[in-house]
């Protein structure tokens, strides 16, 4: 439970992001961007893999890079859900997706599975 809040908190982070750096992303107050995060997350959870699978074919030939038009797909459904939510075009919602994307990677490297800070301790001997 506590590793899908903290998810939460670091799409919201990315969204907050997203929202002060690429000039086409409005999100109005915090409750809307709590929805978003929670949205968003359930349409990564539950729309995207279906959507991969069946743009698998364009996203092979294009050598993965239809990816980042799939994740600006899944930005731009979440603000057609949320009217606080506003992507005022496609290559908004492609510099949003990607403001999010790198936010989640980088905090996904500190933290596991279960939610909680994980260090990695290498000894050379």
Known sequence: MAGIVL????IMLGLYLASALVPGV???GTGNMI?????LCLVNA???????VLTLPIT?????????????????LVAAML??????????AIFGAIIVSITSTIASWYIGPSGR???FVVRRD
Request: net charge negative.
């Open 46 to 52: 539950i729309v995207r893999p279906i959507a991969f």
């Open 60 to 76: 092979v030939v294009t050598l993965g890079l239809f990816l980042f038009v799939l994740n600006a797909a899944m930005f731009g």
């Open 7 to 10: 998810r939460t908190l670091i």
């Open 83 to 92: 009217d606080g939510f506003v992507v005022d075009g496609f290559w908004s």
């Open 26 to 28: 409005h999100i109005a």
């Open 117 to 119: 800070y994980e260090v």
């Open 35 to 39: 929805i978003a995060a929670v949205l």
